[in-house]
């Protein structure tokens, strides 16, 4: 890209980033409770929790179905989730560091298959500055970039299965990208203890459970469609009730909130041949009315997360409110809308013909 086109693409981020912040302040100013920012994120903090634990203790009970309790524990996880990447951006309880950990805390605790959100906040940040490149460990890591299939079906709503079904990429590329002079040697040692790190040792243990889980039943169905019965040992067999009820009511909504939120946003996220630092190609909003359904366990991400590329100061709720607004922005300044040719192309920006080679 030439000097002349850089310099009017990172006008154009410019300008949309100075009207959304307008909107942005108009809506603070006509809505004053906005200001008490901390208070609100403590209190949809205590809610969601609240929520879970009510969820949790109705089933246990025998007064809620458990997929009741699946799709609303999914849903007060998915509020936890916007409110993790907004303390990633330090919006709540910045000059409180205690609250700010604690808050950090509950999110991952009720979230246990997901990365620790003090390894993600690097991901996150580093995911702004390099968004749809090689280096976009955040994205890549939902898939984005591979090819639509069965592989990649599995892959977006299973953080382990991402990596297991992508092992030998995990471990040879980070030394190609060494070799090529992508990374230096620096980001390479980053990269393998982000790679220890990201699941140590909650998200191990909760994969664990839940993959044994699911063995346990398709297995036994299994053997039940031909007329068998798998002689389990005993001490299985006993742990069985405790590990039921854990994912009714934590593991099962969890992994129904991360395929929803990773369907739309590894699609909504544009990889492989957009320009580097160009915002305006780094996301489209994807709003189309079949993803409802999904938006619901992630808080509408695919028609506000476009905002938050060129706005990082706002809490999701804000987003949410000036939503309408800013989409008028967006498309003033040829943001796209709906680009579902992203599953044909892989995430690429640009048709097959015409793209750039993958950085």
């Not at 992630?298 to 999701?316: E, L, Q």
């Amino acid at each position: 890209m030439t000097d002349t086109p850089r310099r009017a693409a990172a006008n154009t981020d410019k300008i949309i980033q100075k009207e959304i912040i307008a909107i942005s302040d108009d809506v603070r100013r006509r809505h004053g409770r906005l200001r008490h920012q901390d208070a609100i994120g403590f209190s949809i903090f205590t809610v969601s929790l609240a929520g879970i634990g009510i969820n949790a203790w109705l089933y246990l009970a025998g007064v809620m179905p458990a997929w009741a309790v699946i799709l609303l524990t999914a849903f007060w996880t998915s509020l936890l989730h916007e409110l993790e990447h907004d303390l990633i951006h330090w919006m709540y309880f910045r000059k409180n560091k205690f609250m700010h950990h604690l808050m950090m805390l509950g999110v991952y605790l009720a979230r246990p298959l997901t990365i620790n959100p003090w390894v993600r906040r690097h991901l996150h940040f580093h995911h702004h500055k390099v968004s749809g490149t090689v280096t976009d460990l955040e994205e890549r890591g939902i898939t984005n970039g591979e090819k639509w299939g069965l592989k990649r079906l599995l892959m977006v709503g299973d953080h382990m299965l991402a990596v297991i079904l992508r092992a030998r990429q995990y471990l040879f590329e980070p030394r190609r990208l060494l070799k090529k002079g992508v990374i230096d040697k620096q980001d390479l040692k980053n990269l393998n203890l982000i790679s220890l790190a990201s699941y140590t040792p909650l998200g191990n243990i909760s994969y664990l459970i839940w993959h044994g889980y699911v063995i346990y039943h398709v297995a036994n169905g299994m053997a039940w469609l031909v007329g068998g019965v798998i002689p389990w040992p005993l001490w299985l067999e006993a742990q069985m009730p405790w590990v039921h009820a854990l994912v009714v009511t934590l593991l099962a909504p969890n992994v129904l909130r991360t395929f929803c939120l990773h369907f739309i946003s590894s699609n909504m996220h544009y990889y492989g041949d957009n320009e580097p630092g160009n915002v305006s190609q780094q996301c489209q909003v994807l709003n189309v009315w079949w993803l409802l359904p999904l938006q619901a366990f992630c808080f509408n991400f695919g028609s506000t997360h476009a905002i938050h590329h060129f706005v990082v100061r706002d809490p999701f709720y804000v987003r949410q409110m000036t939503a309408k607004r800013a989409h008028e922005v967006l498309r003033r300044h040829g943001i796209r809308f709906n680009d579902l040719g992203t599953f044909r192309r892989a995430n690429r920006y640009h048709e097959a013909a015409n793209a750039a080679p993958a950085r």
